[in-house]
């Protein structure tokens, strides 16, 4: 407190301070009353409002998530494979785009294909843990009967939620058509993804708060329940929030599915930071405005204040020169040891900073500078009137050109300085990326005959103006060589595979003339017809006649592949059943089986009687199954032949309990003359073409082979045909 002349002073000091304290205190009080309510209130409404906003957040990566699988789904049904997998379904398509763990991959549990009418073509459900295939369920079936995702437009589309056996799905249906997207639609492709705990889990690593999503049934939680409740009533909006203690707050929001039911409630937890904050905030007002109030009463600071605006005004002075010189190694001179003080040392401490921050600034734009002429593209930037503004060494050095001498000069004027090379760095792709304002690229021949890529990148400014074209070229001369070089070994390739099948063909042809004639002579002479024989001679007999038929099976294997390879194999198609063909094969191979005390046992689906396809084809592909199987059976063993329906399919599995097949001999399985490199292939024999002529004359009726197998725990080979044919099944959907 100053010094006070006289007692009168004294007086009035203290009536001035004790009615500066009376207002202060009654202010401060109203103060206190209105900002406790205001604050309280606010952050309250800011609480909802924020978990408002985490709600739309939340709903946002629902819609984030669906239109991800929307655009999956769209490069898919506008695809011409796709197209021409629903008028013609090609096993060869699935096996191409659809092998196992592609769900997975795409982050997928559904996909399906229905044709125009509604008909399912394919589907495929896994779970999200395993990937385990599971059925699909019926509420799916009966949507597409009611034609929930019927699309029928080229430009429609559905997407959204749908409940599933209680579990909320995200599903997208696109139409599916031509790569152009047009029509006309030839049916509907299907995606979906669970709503399940993994996909909770990825949204609250999204969004960085605990998730639940619980669809709406009879075995809502309470809390559910009540915010559904109210949600209902509420028609205005969507989200209901509930404190759940002094630290938690939870927001519910009410979602509905593609056909406008309400079908899941989001709930989104956080912490009450901003009720905390409001107490917190309250409390430093309160200290505050008494805070104030005690300040207030030291009035004679008020006579500081011509020291302090002197003071401020020296700072003030001192800014604005700096800011007119642009001189940052000006310092202020601190005076004393009070805030102005500290002021002077922080501006000090400032300007200290600034000046480090531009040398670090000129030390990175020198960085950027070596590593741009690092690079061994060429780099050049252009003003929007195509202006050459900057260029690295390696352009420079391209255009055999200096920066200063090109910088500023129009096109005309670079073709006339710098020649052709300059004017082609320049002139390619700028102007179509500057008038569509969007990235492009493309490749061009320079003048002096190389190949470049070539991207010409907008660069805008905050506002979305663009303030020049940056521009890259790389030299792609050898990978382009390398390209043509590679297509032409191709089609030697290829010319060379088509010379090899004739040859084959030819030869076959050739050799199964003399080796009839040899095999017809030699069993002749076991017979004895042309007289008696002894031991040894009719041994040797023996040994030309096997030899001779092995030799025979082997040619007509290599001309059955090569009529295969050509596309010369017509299949003879009729129809048959199943259960005498099966037993047939039985009979025939049970003296081999019984040879090594087999048990070969044949099992047929009630219901599945007849089958139409090549009857001869059909025999070779069980006889070529069940004969291997026999062959790396060891004795006492089981083989088990089963057909069943799949669909509007054929499925024929042989299973033993063998020597099985590792991971790495299964991959060359199906190749021609190729055999698994075991003792048991070797004690056995064999030319390697049988599991390849099995897989081509499937593949030719419109099925497909697979296999299961363990090494020493035996293998299941099993392949599906068409019940009807091909060629009905194809006429069938046409007429469809």
Known sequence: MPSLPGELSVNIYKKVFLSIFLLFSIFAFILIYVSQGLVLS???????????????????????????MGRINLDWAAWNETYEFIETPSPSYLDSNLPEGTLQDLNLNLILFANETGHVIRAKLEDSEGGEELPLPEELFQMLKAGVFRVQAPGDKIEGLILLEEKPMLISAYPITSSNWKGPVRGTLIMGRYVDRNFVENIEKRVGLPVEIQAINGKMPADFLEAYVNAEKNAESWTYVKP????????????????????????????????????????????FLLSACILALEGSKILMEKIFFSRFLEIESFVKETRREKDLSKRLLPKGKDEMTSLSKGINAMMNSLQEAEQEIRKRDREKQEILNSLSELLIFLSPDLKIKWANKEALEYMNEDLKSLAGKSRKEIREQAGKSAAFLVDSLAEEALSNGVNISGEARSPDGRTWLVKANPVCNDKGQIIGILKNFID????????????????AAEAANQTKSAFLANMSHELRTPLNSIIGFSDLLVEQGLGPLDEKQLRYANN????????????????????????????????????????????????????????????LESGLKTLRADRNKFIQILYNLISNAIKFTPEQGLILVKASLLGSMVKISVKDNGIGISGANQKILFSPFMQVDSSRSREYGGTGLGLTLVKEMVALHGGEIRLQSKEGCGSTFSFTLPLKGKECEAREENLD
């Open 476 to 491: 792609i001369t050898a990978r382009k060589n390398y390209e043509e070089h590679v297509l032409r070994a191709k089609m």
């Open 244 to 287: 759940l203690s002094a630290e938690k707050l939870a927001g519910y929001g009410v979602i509905y599915d593609i056909l406008g039911k309400p079908v899941v409630i989001l709930k989104a937890e956080m912490e009450r930071s901003l009720h905390a904050q409001g107490l917190k905030l309250r409390e430093l007002i309160i200290l």
């Open 42 to 68: 606010n952050f309250q409404k800011l609480e909802e409002k924020s978990a408002e906003e985490n709600l739309i957040r939340l709903k946002g990566v629902l819609d984030s998530e669906t239109a991800y």
């Open 544 to 603: 030309i006649s096997k030899s001779g038929r092995h030799l025979l099976r082997l040619i007509n294997d290599i001309l059955d592949l090569s009529k295969l390879e050509a596309g010369k194999t017509e299949l003879q198609y009729s129809e048959f059943g199943l259960e005498g063909i099966l037993q047939e094969v039985k009979e025939t191979l049970a003296p081999l089986a019984t040879g090594k005390n087999i048990r070969l046992e044949v099992e």
